[in-house]
């Protein structure tokens, strides 16, 4: 069973503090996709990232960072000089490989507030 | 890219009445939706998984004669909530697949019954 861990319910941080949103995952699958989603409060989902078991480079966009680490089944989330904008609770998820019908699993969020 | 139209955005309706959610592909069709379910403050939890053409699978736990999907063309699904109750209010969102491995969200029905 695949499994999405978020163990910080809750962060708060001042504007242009850096933040790192931790994800651990459990999976029996060798091959996988972890993803990244944002939940402003008007309830949309917004995809962040999709990276897949094999690709364990870290990425980069803006002020956004990711670190992958299979050795600890970890998908860590960074925001670099954090804005009120990021406020929003942030998903990560893991579904199984490509495939027809593929379930993702999210973990249970966690609740950014970014304060001036 | 491909967009997933959800209607409608929110809805407020009375006990013991049925509530229609829609999910249409627009540019894309969709072979398989996926609707979950969040309360407040809670994860997004899989409800159903359905295929055009065929019977929805439920996940355990969820009532499917209280939740009716209905995935009859590749550019729709719908959810009905039937006799709706206070304690399903809660927000509604769909997932499509497409053949090629893509993930579009719909932007999700807020239910409110009273």
């Known amino acids: 069973a695949q499994k999405v861990t978020q163990a910080q319910t809750e962060i708060s941080v001042v504007e242009k503090e850096d933040v790192t949103l931790d994800c651990v995952y459990e999976?029996?699958?060798?091959?996988?996709?972890l993803f990244w989603y944002k939940q402003p409060p008007s309830g949309e989902l917004v995809f962040l990232i999709r990276r897949n078991s094999f690709d364990e480079q870290n990425e980069i966009s803006g002020r956004y960072s990711w670190n992958f680490q299979k050795s600890t089944s970890s998908f860590n989330f960074t925001i670099t000089a954090s804005q009120v904008v990021d406020s929003a609770v942030y998903f990560c998820?893991?579904?199984?490989?490509?495939?027809?019908?593929?379930?993702?699993?999210f973990g249970t969020g966690t609740r950014l507030q970014v304060t001036l | 890219g491909a967009v997933v139209s959800q209607h409608p955005s929110w809805v407020i309706c009375k006990s013991g009445t049925s509530v229609k959610i829609e999910c249409r592909s627009l540019d894309f069709q969709a072979t398989t939706m996926f609707w979950y379910r969040q309360f407040p403050k809670q994860s997004l939890m899989l409800m159903a998984t359905s295929n055009e053409g065929s019977k929805a699978t439920y996940e355990q736990g969820v009532e499917k004669d209280k939740f009716l999907i209905n995935h009859a063309s590749l550019t729709l699904s719908t959810l009905t909530v039937t006799s709706a109750h206070p304690e399903d209010s809660s927000f509604y969102i769909c997932?499509?697949?497409?053949?090629?491995?893509?993930?579009?969200f719909g932007s999700g029905t807020r239910l409110t019954v009273v």
């Open positions: 998820a893991l579904s199984e490989a490509a495939g027809t019908a593929s379930k993702l699993t």
């Open positions: 999976t029996r699958d060798t091959t996988y996709y």
């Open positions: 997932r499509a697949e497409t053949s090629n491995y893509g993930y579009t």
